[in-house]
């Protein structure tokens, strides 16, 4: 029988296969550092250094750093790499607590996952992402030995299918929902979807971006790249029946993924050096990336810190928007 810890150990493996892995921005092109290791070797390195002194390693402050943002974006895919890389220490004590309460081991280890996860939840503020590590092992090691005592299970593998399953359908529904925003009162989904769009695109315009623009959708059109929605969502588009789902994307696809610190701080009208001493006690409103000795901010998480919504746009609507605001002139 597979148990949960080979199934996280399988997924993540499966996910990242022999690639090169990148836990400063999440993307080894646009990263830096231009030096990254494979998964098998990135893991090797986060055991030992877990091992050895987790609370001042830059290795695990990133891990975690990228599980925050990626939890940002809907996603668990650093969520299960820090879980990959804490079940090691996990394994053996499962088998002994087994062994010697009689107990159903893959019971233990659901229940253990199932903690650390609740521990990664309520650590997402206030908590110094260097403390996050140890907290959820201390945790994990507790509830196995409380499990160990216990007449009836309180976790099973279905809990640990909540956790680890996709919520594709829940996240589609979020963002059409985020998709009209400042234009609720408009009923027709389709007129909503242009208006958002050439909106953007006036903005574009009138702050002198347009340039940038519209060279993103002459790659689009070549298909020289793409948009970062997926195809089951760009499918689920009010308009893709009647327009390319190819040429629809995220506004945030327009920006960087990701800024310094210190043009952060100016976004957000603070100080770097408060900046700073907010991520050090762990009250940065949001995560924010290590890369070497300085910091990264995520463009999106940004973006959702200033209450700017990141919609779904098609290239059209933006850029009639921009001929709109620019009289017409092109």
Request: proline share 3%; charged share 25%.
């Amino acid at each position: 029988m597979v148990d949960v810890f080979d199934r996280i150990e399988w997924d993540v493996r499966k996910i990242f296969r022999e690639d090169p892995v990148c836990v400063h921005v999440g993307d080894v092109e646009q990263c830096d550092i231009k030096r990254h290791p494979t998964y098998s070797k990135f893991r090797a390195d986060a055991l030992a250094a877990g091992v050895r002194s987790a609370p001042s390693s830059r290795l695990w402050e990133s891990m975690i750093a990228m599980g925050r943002l990626c939890d940002l974006d809907g996603g668990d895919t650093w969520r299960l790499v820090i879980l990959d890389c804490i079940i090691p220490c996990f394994r053996s004590l499962s088998t002994r607590i087994a062994r010697d309460f009689r107990v159903d081991r893959e019971e233990i280890r659901s229940a253990m996952v199932a903690t650390a996860l609740e521990v990664w939840r309520d650590t997402a503020m206030g908590v110094p992402p260097r403390h996050v590590r140890d907290r959820m092992v201390k945790a994990a090691f507790d509830v196995a030995f409380r499990r160990g005592n216990a007449d009836s299970s309180e976790y099973s593998m279905g809990d640990i299918e909540i956790f680890l399953s996709s919520e594709i359908s829940t996240q589609e529904t979020e963002l059409k929902a985020s998709s009209i925003v400042d234009v609720g009162s408009v009923r027709d989904v389709n007129v909503a979807e242009r208006i958002r769009g050439e909106r953007l695109g006036a903005l574009l315009e009138r702050q002198g971006c347009f340039n940038a623009a519209r060279s993103f959708h002459g790659e689009l059109r070549a298909g020289r790249r793409s948009g970062s929605i997926n195809q089951a969502l760009k499918a689920g588009l009010p308009r893709s029946w009647i327009s390319d789902s190819n040429l629809y994307y995220y506004a945030s696809d327009l920006y960087p993924s990701f800024v310094g610190l210190r043009e952060a701080a100016v976004v957000m009208g603070i100080a770097e050096s408060a900046a700073h001493r907010l991520i050090r006690a762990g009250q940065f409103p949001f995560p924010v990336a290590r890369a070497g000795w300085s910091y990264k901010v995520s463009v999106r998480a940004l973006m959702h810190f200033k209450g700017i919504p990141d919609a779904i746009v098609h290239v059209d609507d933006i850029e009639n928007g921009a001929l709109h605001a620019s009289g017409g002139v092109r």
